[in-house]
DNA sequence: AAGTGGTCTAGACCACGCG
DNA sequence: GCGTGGTCTAGACCACTTG
């Protein structure tokens, strides 16, 4: 289904987390990988730009390709983090635990974020994460309804980005995130083990569907020692 | 010097910031691209697709590139934030302050950290930067002397990193930041501002050269109603 | 000199959106 | 059907590292 460099991609990442190119190991030359597969170079490059770009390799002009040790971060890098992802890199059970789902006009704050139209409505969901039994996330969700028509308590218990991908095969642009840290609010302390902490770590995210439109705006409010954000970038030119 | 896809690619950004592209329209097509500027549809495609990646377009199939308009955090995109581009994006005045500046071997901690030899030794730069007057920000900088030789309380006042780029040609490859929140330490009271906060948010880098050799941890403790950051990310494949 | 990755080109075919 | 971006190929030349 995928095409070939997405196919060496993922075969590559493979070896890598198998060991077969363990940290600081030189892969094979671009011209070793076009003879092995029989690709064309282009094809390895863009593969190689692909690893290197998302942190699994570093390229040397004159050298090779080497592979990092860095990538001992689960998290995807720089990526969409779902609470899935999250808990499984963290201790104990996880659970969420949804605590309003409606249909609703919204204010106009959230109107505005959302860019709706007159006649638009957005599905409101508000979540807490629960790991290790202590309730440490507070997700207020917020999804356009024109491309969301229909949502159960049932869906956001389990994961609503499986829903929206697989169920109603809408397709995931890009996300543009915002980190700050505040003081924790009336909601945090009545929904949140805050066990103490008055200050609260807010993570807004703003996904948009492959089109450009925005779909989706989040706030995610974290217990702050709980809170770990980890960014590989390499040099803008 | 650079090229022709980078070239293509400034001039594309220019033209977004001067309101030529203006947001959520169409650019010219790859095929008009590749008319205007003489160049091979391969290097137009480059330029647009790092215009993709950082930010600055949306490429849809079928229909066209469009301009984004999310583009509006002057950071640079998941970049290396150093202080300078930061205090041009808040209000007042800003000022650096030399804490520290010693040659030293180190504790164990460090030497892990930067991978030393035993014979080699590290910069330890302590610096708090002033916005509006306010003490905000603590650095705690540590180089790799093998590829800083020598390092005074000016360069340090300045930029460390115009010395590091343009005096002594170090090439940066890539950076890991890993952003948590902790309890702020006698250290961060002493040297800061901090208003009654008793949290400090904590911004760990990890820099490396083109060649894959780390060359600088630094850990910047921020006063948490003074930070933001902001990430923006397409969808791993 | 040989091998490596970086840039550039020209051409082909495909999948998608729209009228 | 046409124009758009996405994938793939083959070939060329360059810049850099290493022996």
Redesign the interface.
Known sequence: M?SKY?TL?NKIIEKIEQGSYPPSSKLPSENELMEKYKFSRDTVRKALN?LE???YI?K?KG?GS?V?D?NR?KF?????ISFKEMAESMEGESKTLVKNLELTKGDKFLRNKLVLEDDEKLWKVVRVREIGGKKIILDKDHFNSTYIPELTEEICRDSIYDYIEKELGLK???????????SSSEEDIEHLDLEG?D?I?VVDT?V?L???TLFQYTESRHR??K???????????
Chains 1, 2 share one sequence.
């Open positions: 995928n997405i991609y692909m770009h998302n942190g570093n040397v050298k080497f990092l860095i971060h995807p890098v720089s990526g969409l995931i642009g890009f996300a543009k995130k915002e980190i700050t840290v505040r902490y200050m770590v703003m948009y492959q089109d450009g702050p020692d809170f770990k954000f980890v960014d590989f970038a390499r040099r803008a030119y």
